[in-house]
């Protein structure tokens, strides 16, 4: 409303009589509240003048109910003369849904023990869901299988283009900066102990093991996880996962099935580009840095990395793609409520498919030592 | 309630808006005036640019050309300041309701004042507890999200935001779409009470007859473009535009005449 010029006041001109003026709007309420508070009523018979009040609405409505139930409670005998009769009518409006306020909040935020207990709970019913999640896709899967013609080529095509080809430049982008550094960190060591010609293995070796499948893996948990969780996320809040099941679509053959069949073959086609460009890059830096040229660097190449080193980074990609999308779409599923619920799942999603990419690496090297690979 | 209520005073008046999207014409040149204090309602066919002229008026949308002025301020010149000035005088309850999904009901209803004004918490919960109550939610409602109400009590939760700072002017996009006859009718109950009880003037868009014929002051009839009849809906009733003529004549139309008491049953079903 209209910012009101004059502020609101009670006044107590005699002993019986309160008088009120000014207007009594959302903008000026909130000065007259304490004065209100301290008002102690001289007797118990008083008359309350309301032709000064030159403007009411609701909150002044409320304050001043409240003034005068507070005084009513007290014993007091109120009668209110003079007020316009349209502030009137909604000073009784007013008080015909006073009797609806809700009791006081009476939820307390959970301390100490508490507090544990319910994220532990959290945490287990996440983590059966997801078992489930995970034992009803390979359910959907065994069945897609038992008919094959139920599974959706078109859609696997449609995503191995957009999470695989559409995510070339940026993979080969990265893998190659990361081959420079890696080259550049070890080129002052091994010039020390004049072993340059080392810096084949020490580049073709870590990109081909760890950093290529782990740089493309991230890459995609950030690019594609998010989008599945966001996708699938937003389709439940707007109802369409429910349509969809409605229609007899089993949401999980046409959204999950085809991303992570996708992505198994995208995921480790990727991490063979993401070794070319990061060796290539080792090879740019040891040539500038080092001195030891490309045919130098790829005749030691073929002796000193073997085939396993490549087919062990190779071997981890479809793990982290069925990570990757499981993940993504569990958490797009969970989406519950609105938009704020769309964008917390989808960050959840992709934390938490970086961080269990990362431990099943460290899994993996566990077990490649232990078989001595 | 401070505003002196002047009969025929136009709150909002439209002069010559043309509205066109691409090489699509929606509005061509349309002149349309709302009065002080009267339920307007604006109804057509789909597509007769209903929701677009509506969005016009709110400042989310410009027409292409022509005028459009809101409690007597231009719209077409408002500097930032005067349109966030002119925005707090009026209330908007969208289709979908447009609460927040992250914030409770309460919050919602809220958050205006907690914008606009200074005043306390505290008070503001009061205020927003009572104005739920006004529009007939129980207050356990408050402190739900929007996600957990049913289409109703969204509605409802809606509208009590729209009204948290007192505005002049109140917009209801479909307000009784998708609503059953029950609920319908609480909307159309407090219709009428908010207008008795604040003077406030309500621009609606609906296809709800019953609403139409128990609250409605005037009703302006949209179709190719312009406005091609204005009137309470007995006088409409006795247009013979073809656009005005398709929304009596279809069964529907007719119930709820009847209903209204505008025709014997008599004449409503002959066979
Ligand atoms: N952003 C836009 N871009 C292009 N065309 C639009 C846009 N918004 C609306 N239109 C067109 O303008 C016309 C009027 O749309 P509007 O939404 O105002 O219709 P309406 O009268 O509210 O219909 P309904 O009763 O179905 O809600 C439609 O033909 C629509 O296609
Ligand atoms: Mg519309």
Redesign the interface.
């Known amino acids: ?2 910012p ?1 010029s004059v502020p609101p006041a009670i006044a107590q001109p005699t002993s019986r009589e309160i008088m009120l003026s000014g ?1 009594w ?3 000026g ?2 000065a007259i ?1 304490s004065q209100l508070d301290a008002f102690v009523p001289a007797q118990t018979a008083l008359d309350v003048d309301g032709a000064g009040i ?6 002044g409505a ?2 001043l109910h ?1 003034f005068l139930a507070r005084l009513r409670d007290q014993g007091a005998v109120v009668e209110v003369h003079n007020l316009r009769s ?2 009137a ?2 000073l009784e ?2 008080a015909e ?2 009797a ?4 006081p ?1 009476t ?1 307390k935020s959970p301390t100490g023990f508490a507090h544990i207990g319910r994220n532990t709970m959290a945490g287990m019913e996440q983590t059966v869901a997801l078992f489930s999640f995970v034992g009803a896709s390979a359910s959907a899967f065994g069945g897609c299988l038992a008919h094959p013609s139920r599974f959706r080529w078109r859609a696997i095509l449609f995503n191995i283009r957009s999470a695989g080809f559409d995510a070339l430049p940026i993979v080969g982008l990265l893998s190659f900066l990361l081959g420079i550094v890696v080259a550049y960190q070890g080129a002052d060591q091994l010039r020390r102990y004049g072993a340059n010609i080392f810096v084949v293995d020490l580049v073709g070796l870590s990109m081909l093991r760890e950093f290529a499948p782990l740089i493309t893996a991230i890459i995609i948990a950030g690019r594609s996880g998010s989008a599945y969780a966001a996708q699938i996320g937003t389709m439940s809040v707007t109802e369409e996962i429910d349509a969809m099941r409605t229609i007899g679509i089993e949401p999980l053959e046409l959204l999950v099935l085809p991303k992570i069949m996708a992505l198994v073959i995208a995921l480790p086609l990727l991490t063979v580009f993401a070794d070319v460009f990061g060796v290539f890059g080792g090879m740019i830096m040891a040539r500038a840095q080092l001195g030891v040229d490309f045919s130098e660097f790829i005749h030691r190449f073929a002796k000193a990395i073997s085939v396993t080193a490549y087919l062990v980074g190779i071997g981890k990609a479809p793990a982290f793609a069925a990570i990757i999308t499981v993940i993504g779409c569990f958490q797009g599923f969970r989406t ?6 769309v964008g917390r799942q989808t960050t959840r999603s992709v934390v938490q498919s970086i961080f269990l990419v990362i431990v099943v690496d460290a899994l993996f090297s566990i077990a490649f030592s232990a078989l001595g690979i | 309630m401070q505003n002196q209520i002047i009969p025929d005073e136009a709150v909002i008046s439209l002069r010559k808006v043309s509205t066109r999207f691409g090489d699509h014409l929606v509005h061509s040149e349309l002149d349309l005036d709302v009065r002080r204090a009267e339920v307007f309602a604006l109804i057509g066919g789909s597509g007769s640019g209903k929701s677009t002229l509506l969005r016009e008026m709110i400042l989310l949308q410009r027409p292409s050309s022509g005028t459009i002025q809101v409690l007597g301020v231009d719209l077409h010149k408002l500097g930032a300041d005067e349109a966030r000035a002119l925005r707090l005088r009026w209330g908007v309850m969208f289709q979908q309701g447009g609460l927040f999904g992250s914030l409770t009901v309460k919050e919602n209803i809220g958050l205006p004042l907690r914008e606009h004004t200074q005043l306390r918490d505290g008070l503001i919960d009061e205020i927003a507890a009572w104005k739920l109550s006004l529009t007939g939610l129980a207050p356990e409602v408050g402190a739900q999200y929007p996600s957990e109400l049913s289409g109703g009590m969204m509605k409802r939760a809606s509208l009590a935001r729209a009204l948290a700072l007192d505005p002049e002017l109140l917009f209801l996009d479909e307000p009784t779409a998708g609503l059953d006859p029950d609920s319908a009718a609480g909307i159309d109950e407090l219709v009428r009470k908010l207008r008795d009880l604040f003077g406030l003037t309500i621009v609606m868009i609906t296809h709800d007859l019953d609403l139409l014929w128990q609250v409605t002051d005037r009703v302006a009839v949209l179709a190719e473009g312009k406005v091609q009849g204005l009137g309470s809906m007995t006088e409409l009733q006795k247009m013979d535009t073809p656009a005005i003529r398709q929304f009596f004549d279809g069964p529907r139309g007719r119930a709820a005449q009847q209903q209204a008491g505008q025709i014997p049953t008599l004449v409503a079903s002959p066979f």
């Open positions: 409303m209209k009101s207007a709007t959302v903008n309420v909130d509240q030159e403007a009411l609405d609701t909150a409320w304050i409240k349209e502030f009518r909604l409006v007013v849904h006073v609806d306020q809700p009791a909040a939820s519950k409520g609105g938009a704020d619920s």
